[in-house]
């Protein structure tokens, strides 16, 4: 398999794992339970630079996401987002740019106890199918996608400890990544945050999510280092490093930066 197939697997699957460009607590892959609450929104831009090495193959995948979410409720938003993303390999020939999966999404926070500060939210989210032809180049699925995702958040006297599990239905427009990668992915992961001062946030994310190549073991890992800024309680500076593992041969790092704004 080339590289440019299997980076393609592991661009579209990240890509659901993430919930991209659903851009989750920016820069963490682990989501919180928080919402705007009625009448709040709050729009959300990240860039990601994405390496993937193997058998002396570069592939590079710059992305920029951006997504708009509305408090309906207190306990209840709704999100909308999209992306566009450019493919550089070693090989030109393989190189692409254009939109990836637009995706539309809830979150509501089903439950919720002040007194001891825990919550749990349900994620549920639609991925539209893009072209056929960004799907072979790894820019998209060609087919709708669907996704869920459950949340877990504990206040701490250190910050806060989220929870996650997700669940991704990954369908695919072409026989060969039909083939070559599983549609049902899983993630399984926590991320505490520390509140370290002066408007900093420290994140690790750690995480078992489901390996795309069927010709690998189903189960690889990632590990993240994210850092939050805000200045104001209304904007957010974000910058994360996250090192997926245990995917064979294949070596993938990806760095995101993002902004996240708050108004009504």
């Given amino acids: ?43 959300e831009f990240a860039s990601n630079w994405q390496e993937l090495k193997s058998e002396g193959d570069t592939t590079k995948t710059d992305t920029l996401a951006l997504v708009f979410t509305r408090g309906i409720t207190d306990a209840l938003d709704i999100y909308a987002g999209v992306s ?32 001891k500060k825990f919550g749990v939210a349900v994620k549920p989210e639609i991925q539209f199918g893009a072209p056929a032809d960004y799907e072979r180049l790894g820019l998209g ?32 427009a ?8 599983r549609r049902k992915l899983h993630r399984l992961s926590l991320a505490p945050v520390f509140d370290v001062g002066a408007g900093w946030k420290l994140g690790i994310d750690l995480g078992l999510t489901t390996n795309s190549h069927r010709t690998e073991r189903a189960t690889m890992g990632y590990a993240e ?26 070596r993938s790092h990806t760095l995101t930066a993002g902004v996240t704004w708050r108004f009504r």
């Fill in 84 to 115: 566009h993303g450019q493919v550089r390999s070693s090989n030109p020939t393989y190189e692409a740019h254009g939109h990836s999966n637009p995706v539309l999404g809830l979150k509501w926070r089903l439950y919720e106890n002040e007194d």
């Fill in 174 to 181: 072409l026989e060969s990544n039909r083939t070559d990668h």
């Fill in 225 to 250: 280092l994210g850092a939050i800024w805000s200045p104001s309680e209304d904007l957010d500076f974000a910058l994360g490093a996250i090192r997926f593992v245990g995917d064979g041969e294949l």
């Fill in 141 to 172: 699925n060609g087919h709708s996608g669907y996704s869920g995702l459950i949340i877990f958040s504990q206040e701490t006297n250190f910050g806060a400890l989220h929870i996650n599990y997700g669940f991704t239905l990954v369908n695919y």
């Fill in 1 to 43: 398999m080339t590289l440019l197939r299997r980076g393609a697997g592991v661009l579209l699957a990240v890509s659901a794992l993430q919930a991209a460009p659903a851009l989750a607590f920016q820069p963490l892959i682990t989501d919180d339970t928080g919402t705007q609450g009625a009448g709040g929104n709050q729009l």
